[in-house]
């Protein structure tokens, strides 16, 4: 029986340190099997999905963008986080071929924040990424949301949609005082435009986290962390959603005390 697989897909899908993460467990654990990047275009997701369900190896997949959305209508079943949040980063295959979506954004994205709590927060952008930190937010019972986004009708739509009191605001505006401040926007990005000036609207003590990935130690948080705001990088999250879906595709938990280690290699490849 071939060894059991699971991948990243997404267009583009190079760029993604998801390989690196679940190959650092699988070795860990010793647990004979792998896990791959596929490229596929939007074109080719209908097809890519029936021809993987067709293989028992295959155990499932991470989605990255922009097929988020695009896979949940061809899925046998949406748990019902990812419904809530309206957006797929993994999917499981069952041992009959069905397949199930989840989001592992959420729980991903509040790792790293452990059991400090927030009261206000301001969060940037209000694409699919967003959608998940919103749910996780009002999971936790931020009381305030201040959202900074180009469309405000959008912002406004989405903080109504997870039932969080807050106001939509335009990219740069003063808003009130925050306790967190969450880039989920690609702004700041290797080969994007910089985000504006944020950090004066932040209460004393606040954290800064940006879910960037490339680069890693971003103009955001090198500014914040120079004003002695506490900081939170995309990596964090991206190896805490990562738990979830290996968990789900491996039957094991990964070995989460050597995270340090984690990062130094995922570190060293991006040098």
Not at 50 to 79: E, F, S, Y
Not at 189 to 218: E, K
Not at 219 to 242: N, W
Request: net charge negative.
């Amino acid at each position: 029986m071939s060894a059991p697989f699971a991948e990243v897909i997404g267009d583009p899908v190079a760029q993604s340190k998801s390989p690196a993460i679940h190959g650092f467990w699988l070795q860990a654990l010793a647990i004979a099997g792998h896990y791959e990047r596929c490229h596929v275009p939007p074109e080719e997701l209908e097809a890519y999905l029936c021809q993987r369900r067709g293989d028992a190896a295959w155990r499932g997949c991470n989605v990255t963008m922009p097929h988020k959305q695009a896979v949940m209508p061809l899925l046998d079943a949406i748990d019902p986080l990812a419904a809530r949040i309206g957006a797929v980063n993994t999917i499981v295959r069952g041992a009959d071929g069905s397949l199930t979506g989840f989001n592992t954004d959420a729980p991903g994205f509040l790792e790293p924040l452990g059991q400090r709590h927030f009261a206000t927060a301001t969060v940037i952008g209000a694409g699919g990424a967003a959608r998940a930190i919103l749910a996780a937010l009002a999971d936790a019972g931020v009381a305030w949301v201040s959202l900074q986004n180009r469309s405000l009708g959008k912002a406004e739509a989405l903080l109504g949609e997870f039932g969080l009191a807050g106001a939509a605001f335009e990219l740069g505006a003063e808003v009130p005082p925050a306790d967190l401040l969450v880039n989920t926007s690609a702004l700041g990005m290797s080969g994007q435009p910089a985000l504006p000036p944020l950090l004066d609207h932040l209460a004393p003590g606040a954290t800064v986290y940006d879910i960037v990935t490339s680069p890693l130690d971003t103009a955001l948080l090198r500014d914040a962390r120079a004003k002695g705001f506490e900081t939170v990088d995309g990596l964090s999250m991206l190896i805490g959603q990562a738990d979830h879906a290996f968990a789900r595709f491996f039957g094991k938990r990964p070995p989460r005390e050597r995270d340090g280690e984690l990062r130094r290699l995922i570190l060293g490849q991006a040098g």
